[in-house]
């Protein structure tokens, strides 16, 4: 199936590694010029270096300096962008009764601002062209709140609301926005988590993954390149009418519709 994304010029935040890096070399390889962003500028270089067409930025998500010339070398290098990845870290762990009202406002700043920044900046260009994608990384815990993450799933939740609205308001005019939730994906950071987990508990990491694995449907955890295919087929031209979802690949990991 051609994606139709040949010559589409795509910025991917947070794409250093993990889910993003993911994303970003499954859009270079149908075809997109990709525009690999994160804090470390020699790795983001050296992962441009390995796709057919894309450029290393550095980008630290949080500033808003960073994102604007992170836009401007995408545009001074392949063009308007075309497809926005919004990605990034989030909050740190906490339950509701430890929130500080500090910590309500980190979260909104971590995850809704930077989105909601990223978009303003391109949005207009998209819907000049009548072509336009975008695409949040979010987390299962907008469907399913996940325990410790309180902060975290008040900020997805909220990320969630706005692009489904933004959606709706855009979707005339050829650009969609659609949101992509991972489940148990195959990262470092899973592996990092596993590893604590084994080490709070006093056993064998390869124990927590068979664990963790014996709770998805599945019975795996998924791939790195299985998430970024499918953030890639949201991205794309088959996907013209699939717009305003939260999209789950997770394995059917989480029991609810």
């Known amino acids: 199936m051609d994606l139709g994304l040949h010559g589409r010029t795509a910025l991917v935040a947070a794409s250093t590694g993990g889910l993003g890096r993911a994303i970003a070399e499954s859009l270079g390889h149908e075809g997109a010029h990709v525009v690999i962003t994160g804090r470390r500028l020699a790795v983001a270089q050296e992962i441009a270096e390995s796709l057919p067409s894309a450029i290393g930025v550095e980008l630290d998500v949080t500033d808003p ?116 939730l991972p489940g148990r994906i195959a990262t470092d950071r899973v592996a990092r988590l596993d590893a604590a987990q084994a080490a709070r508990e006093g056993i064998d990491a390869a124990e927590v993954t068979r664990s963790s694995q014996s709770t998805i449907p599945v019975g795996r955890y998924g791939t790195p390149e299985e998430f970024g295919d499918a953030a890639a087929f949201l991205c794309s031209v088959r996907a013209s009418y699939i717009t305003g979802v939260a999209l789950r690949c997770d394995g059917g990991l989480v029991r609810t519709h």
């Not at 990384?137 to 907008?142: A, I, N, P, Q, R």
């Not at 975290?152 to 308001?169: D, F, W």
Request: net charge neutral.
């Open 65 to 180: 300096s960073s994102r604007a010339a992170a836009i401007a070398a995408t545009e001074a290098w392949f063009g308007a962008v075309d497809i926005l990845v919004v990605n990034g870290p989030g909050p740190r762990p906490s339950t509701t009764a430890d929130l500080s009202t500090a910590d309500l406002t980190a979260a909104f700043d971590q995850l809704v601002s930077p989105g909601h920044d990223f978009i303003m900046r391109t949005l207009p260009g998209m819907r000049a062209r009548g072509w336009g994608r975008i695409l949040a990384v979010g987390s299962s815990g907008v469907v399913a709140p996940l325990p410790n993450l309180a902060a975290s799933n008040l900020g997805r939740s909220a990320l969630a609301g706005y692009l489904k609205t933004l959606a709706n308001e855009v979707a005339g005019e050829g650009v969609t926005v659609n949101l992509l």
